[in-house]
């Protein structure tokens, strides 16, 4: 009897600690939601009772280089009038689009304060247009045609075709208003606030200096608050897990801005908010 009894308690304690591990596991994944889950579903709840409410800007860090990416399109304008049957002309034409986007990749990342971060950590174009896209600033499919027309040239120096000069051109001419626009928005708006109807705040700063981005959103009736900083220097984390995050709330931060200006309604706020 004592044998049986003795299988059983086992079992029974083996079968308690296999709840316990399940109900720890389920407690550590909700203590430690994303942040980005966090505020999807802040702003799921709430969004219909967001009010404006104003903004702020601030000064941006400008790099002043002789020639602007604009320089570098113009150029490739220039070529693109001349003979395209001649190899030279294409080539030409390939490598000021090439340095129309590399010129505007660098200024981007200057003015918003995160070149150093990028060169400190030696982290090349491939992880620059990689923040591009987790920003939801250029879309991943015209960044893979981006790269593909311009690794046929370095990289298996390929003559390029007059066709992929001449998407090559549209998609560096459109990249370069994306980014320009993007700068805009923060400078005009690096601080975005607005209210909610039922009580409470949603505050989101980027802050060039450090750089990083700090959102207060609060929702008083149900005592909500998301208190949350994102800074590149200070973060202990590793380097992808926080660029990811950074880029997140980098995202939220111009889908904000577009949101209270009327660009984007509160369905698609939401839509490219979870992208």
């Given at each position: 009897m004592l044998f049986y009894e003795t299988i059983i308690k086992g079992i029974t304690t083996s079968y308690l600690n296999f709840l316990d591990s399940i109900l720890i596991d389920f407690i550590i994944k909700e203590e430690f939601m994303s942040i980005k889950e966090e505020v999807i579903l802040f702003f799921e709840k709430y969004v219909d009772e967001c009010e404006g409410e104003g903004g702020s800007g601030s000064m941006l860090t400008h790099e002043h280089f002789e020639l602007t990416p604009r320089d570098f399109l113009e150029f490739a304008e220039i070529d693109l009038e001349n003979n395209?049957?001649?190899?030279?002309?294409?080539?030409?034409?390939?490598?000021?689009?090439?340095?129309?986007?590399?010129?505007?990749?660098?200024?981007?990342?200057?003015?918003?304060?995160?070149?150093?971060?990028?060169?400190?950590?030696?982290?090349?174009?491939?992880?620059?247009?990689?923040?591009?896209?987790?920003?939801?600033?250029?879309?991943?499919?015209?960044?893979?045609?981006?790269?593909?027309?311009?690794?046929?040239?370095?990289?298996?120096?390929?003559?390029?075709?007059?066709?992929?000069?001449?998407?090559?051109?549209?998609?560096?001419?459109?990249?370069?208003?994306?980014i320009e626009s993007?700068?805009?928005?923060?400078?005009?708006?690096?601080?975005?606030?607005?209210?909610?109807?039922?009580?409470?705040?949603?505050?989101?700063?980027?802050?060039?200096?450090?750089?990083?981005?700090?959102?207060?959103?609060?929702?008083?009736?149900?005592?909500?608050?998301?208190?949350?900083?994102?800074?590149?220097?200070?973060?202990?984390?590793?380097?992808?897990?926080?660029?990811?995050?950074?880029?997140?709330?980098f995202k939220l931060h111009m889908l904000f801005n577009k949101f209270d200006e009327g660009i984007f309604s509160k369905s698609q706020f939401i839509k490219y908010l979870k992208i």
């Open positions: 395209l049957e001649n190899k030279y002309t294409l080539v030409n034409a390939t490598s000021n689009l090439k340095r129309a986007l590399d010129c505007q990749l660098d200024s981007f990342f200057v003015s918003l304060n995160l070149d150093s971060f990028y060169r400190k950590k030696k982290l090349g174009i491939n992880k620059k247009l990689g923040f591009l896209e987790k920003s939801g600033l250029f879309k991943s499919r015209s960044l893979e045609k981006l790269n593909n027309i311009r690794n046929k040239l370095e990289h298996n120096y390929e003559i390029p075709k007059i066709q992929d000069v001449e998407i090559y051109y549209d998609l560096v001419m459109a990249f370069i208003n994306v993007s700068l805009s928005l923060v400078a005009f708006n690096s601080k975005k606030e607005m209210t909610i109807k039922s009580g409470g705040i949603v505050s989101i700063k980027y802050s060039v200096n450090e750089p990083k981005i700090v959102i207060f959103l609060e929702h008083t009736k149900s005592n909500t608050i998301i208190n949350y900083e994102c800074n590149l220097y200070t973060d202990s984390r590793e380097v992808v897990t926080t660029l990811n995050e950074f880029a997140f709330l």
